[in-house]
């Protein structure tokens, strides 16, 4: 992947008392937010806080009941088609197919993202190589590691060149050396390419490594925000670590936290490719 220039916005996604609803259950609660060029912000929070809903609502999947947000100075209510052609997703389900190959996934996302053909090869070469899955880009994907396939659905969200790319547990089910793997890709995304990357996790040690910024999301509200070492001081203990910062700022559980439906889809798309 080349070098590639794109204007500078010292925050790139601003929300704007975004609100999401279900009924009378309030998933997102009017949140506040700026994220910076550059930056890899981590949202978290227990299950069920609104992390995925967030990203879903930014990713303009889903439309907020009321406020909105802007990506790149495209609002994602009124400019949804501009917000889309700045960002890329990776959601929390797997997302590559498994009965195609590396190549053919890269192929098809290619053609969905409007690549240019003169360009579409080159492309899908740089892609491979950033996903170190040139060895094994005629197999098929269904026969891959949890990492390999992690890796190929990064790389097929860049090939549009998008600035800003949305994570959603990127690492769930990986093992260390995988997770290692994966922390790497992200991080040479924003050295090299120069992206936001916003990032949801339950490990405390993967948003601590990777994240500028977190904020500490609970029953739809930002409970707190700054930096790993900013929030660690804030609990005004010594040698507190990101795991107490959680538990300080997540007492208090939403009680849909976990609920079968939501464990039952992601473990089975977890062994869908296995
Ligand atoms: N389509 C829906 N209908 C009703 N409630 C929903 C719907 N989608 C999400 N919710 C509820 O909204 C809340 C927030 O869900 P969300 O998936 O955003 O949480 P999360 O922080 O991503 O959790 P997890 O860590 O488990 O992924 C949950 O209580 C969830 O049950
Ligand atoms: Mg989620």
């Known amino acids: 992947m080349g070098p590639r220039t794109f204007h500078h916005f010292m925050d790139i996604i601003e929300l704007q008392k975004l609100t999401r609803t279900y009924g009378d259950f309030t998933a997102v609660d009017h ?3 700026s994220i910076r060029a550059g930056e890899i912000f981590g949202l ?8 995925s809903t967030v990203i879903k609502m930014l990713t303009t999947l889903l439309p907020p009941s009321s406020g909105t947000a802007t990506i790149a100075g495209f609002d994602i209510v009124h400019q949804p088609g501009r917000v889309r052609a700045e960002i890329a997703y990776v959601p929390q389900l797997v997302s590559a197919d498994g009965g195609l190959t590396a190549l053919e996934n890269l192929r098809l996302f290619a053609k969905l993202y409007g690549v240019p053909r003169r360009i579409t090869n ?22 891959y590691s949890g990492g390999m396939v992690r890796r190929l659905e990064i790389a097929l969200a860049l090939l549009h ?3 800003v790319l949305f994570l959603d547990e990127p ?4 093992d260390p050396l995988a997770r290692q793997s994966i922390w790497e890709q992200i991080q040479r995304l ?10 949801t996790t339950h490990f405390m040690e993967e948003a601590d490594t990777l994240c500028s910024r977190v904020a500490i999301m609970n029953r739809g509200r930002v409970k707190a925000l700054g930096s790993p070492e900013e929030l660690k001081l804030s609990l005004g203990i010594s040698d507190a670590s990101l795991d107490d910062v959680f538990t300080r700022y997540s007492e208090e ?12 889809q992601s473990r089975r798309s977890l062994v869908r490719l296995g």
């Open 253 to 264: 559980q939403p009680e849909t936290s976990s609920n079968f439906s939501d464990i039952s």
């Open 44 to 51: 978290l929070g227990p299950n069920g806080a609104g992390k």
């Open 122 to 143: 080159e492309r899908i070469a740089g892609a491979l190589k950033f996903a170190g899955l040139e060895e094994a880009a005629h197999r098929l994907v269904r026969g």
């Open 161 to 163: 060149r998008p600035r």
């Open 31 to 33: 949140i506040q937010l």
């Open 190 to 199: 924003v050295r090299e390419l120069g992206m936001t990357i916003l990032l």
């Open 171 to 174: 690492t769930v089910g990986l």
